[in-house]
């Protein structure tokens, strides 16, 4: 049975994360909102608290990197495990700021892909980096089993070319993950991903992007000419195998995808906190406990707003109690991405909208939240794709039959 109160043995963590939002990186929102692509410099201090806490023990997943399912562990037993770590302390992080989150060293979303397909050789070898993830292409977006950047073995290496672009932190990373092709007439099947480490020769990065939203965070168009990587950088098994299709690569989302619904989730209860109390400071006072059409219109809507980020809450950590508990969770991540990723955006313009003047200066961070939080629907797989995935799913028909 699925008990989707905060584990006991979680409560720490997620009060650490709460503390850490609130403290460090709340008073430094605004700044790096406004000073976009300068590195938030105050993270280094705060990442050595993380590894010092990983090392100690103390901490079983403070970010990204704490998604694996540890086959060995298994004893059957229910458990509350690093994956839902991870999204509860993530969202607590995005309390504070979601561009910051995405800027902490070491918490790349590459370094889940590293968790999710990595072996044991190379998860050792890779402990410790920070890594970003590159799929999108100019000509590639949300059907990425047609990317073009190939990778072709000479030797003991991978010579890899091709262009990425939006890359999350791909400038200040220590490594990427780059999706690339073996050999395109096998379709997706021959799509890997490899590691590939900041300053080999043949990868550059061309720009950074202005953005709408998690400023904080540099997102950068990298180019790959005849780029060298030693063979035992690509992740996992570098068989293709037809049968198994996309599966190998597509694990990686299972993970991520209810991570960055813990993004949504966090985003958009800040917005409602703060929300609360300045209707509060109004004279509108909230009651959880009588129905919403016997209240103020400003407070029923309010209402709405928490009944819906209640459901992506429950649905996020329902996908991340599932992969603690090795369950197959595909369906799930998708359904809280889809859902936690509307929901970010419904609610942190909802309360835009609801604290009017106040909502939209940036006196006060809900302007903020609202760009932010739109990320959240787009990246690691649109809203639109996460339906038809659960679609897809639900009916039982294959990416040919619906699309
Ligand atoms: C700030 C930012 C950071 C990013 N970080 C990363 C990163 O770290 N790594 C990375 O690899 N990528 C990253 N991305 C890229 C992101 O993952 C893509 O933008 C996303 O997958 C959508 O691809 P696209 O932009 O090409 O849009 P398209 O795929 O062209 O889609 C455009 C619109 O059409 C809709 N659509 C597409 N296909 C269908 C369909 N079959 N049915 C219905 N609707 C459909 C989409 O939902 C969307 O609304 C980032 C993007 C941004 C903006």
Redesign the pocket.
Do not use: N, P
């Given at each position: 049975m699925i008990n989707l109160e905060t584990p006991k043995k979680h409560r720490v963590l997620i009060d650490q994360a709460h503390q850490v939002a609130m403290n460090m990186l709340r008073p430094i929102s605004r700044k790096y909102d406004r000073a976009e692509h300068e590195y938030p410099k105050e993270l280094d201090m705060l990442a050595a608290m993380i590894d010092g806490l990983s090392e100690s023990g103390a901490s079983e997943g403070a970010g990204a990197t704490g998604v694996r399912r540890d086959e060995k562990k298994d004893d059957g037993s229910v458990k509350n495990g690093s994956n839902l770590a991870s999204v509860m302390s993530v969202a607590e992080m995005c309390w504070g700021d979601v561009g910051l989150l995405l800027s902490m060293p070491r918490q790349g979303?590459g370094n889940s892909a590293i968790a999710s397909v990595a072996n044991d050789e190379q998860l050792e070898r890779f402990k410790g980096t920070w890594a970003?993830?590159?799929?999108?292409e100019p000509g590639v977006?949300?059907?990425s089993a047609n990317i073009t950047t190939t990778a072709t073995l000479d030797g003991d290496h991978y010579v890899i070319n091709g262009e990425?672009i939006?890359?999350?932190s791909g400038e200040r990373a220590d490594s990427v993950v780059v999706w690339a092709t073996l050999d395109r007439s096998l379709g997706r099947a021959a799509i890997k991903s490899f590691v590939v480490e900041k300053g080999t020769p043949g990868m550059r990065v061309e720009r950074l992007e202005h953005?709408l939203g998690?400023r904080a965070s540099d997102?950068a168009v990298i180019i790959f000419e005849n780029c060298r990587v030693p063979a035992e950088n690509l992740l996992g098994s570098p068989e293709v195998d037809v049968k198994q299709g996309f599966a190998g690569a597509m694990a990686t989302f299972d993970n991520t995808r209810p991570l960055v619904a813990a993004m949504a989730v966090g985003c958009a209860r800040a917005s409602l906190d703060l929300t609360r109390d300045l209707l509060a400071q109004a004279g509108v006072e909230v009651d959880y406990d009588r129905p919403g059409v016997l209240q103020s219109a400003a407070a029923a809507r309010f209402l709405q707003l928490e009944a819906d980020w209640e459901a992506a809450q429950l649905l996020t950590m329902q996908a991340a109690w599932m992969a603690d508990n090795r369950k197959p969770n595909s369906l799930e991540a998708s359904m809280a991405k889809a859902k936690a990723g509307r929901v970010g955006s419904d609610v942190t313009l909802g309360c835009v909208e609801l604290c009017g003047t106040l909502g939209y200066s940036e006196n006060e961070l809900l302007e903020k939240w609202a760009r932010d939080s739109k990320?959240l629907d787009?990246?690691?797989?649109?809203?639109?794709?996460q339906q038809?995935i659960v679609a897809r799913r639900l009916l039982g028909l294959t990416s040919a039959q619906l699309?």
């Open positions: 979303l970003a993830m590159a799929i999108t977006g949300s059907d990425k939006y890359v999350t953005k998690i997102t990320i787009i990246f690691e797989g649109t809203q639109q794709i038809l699309r």
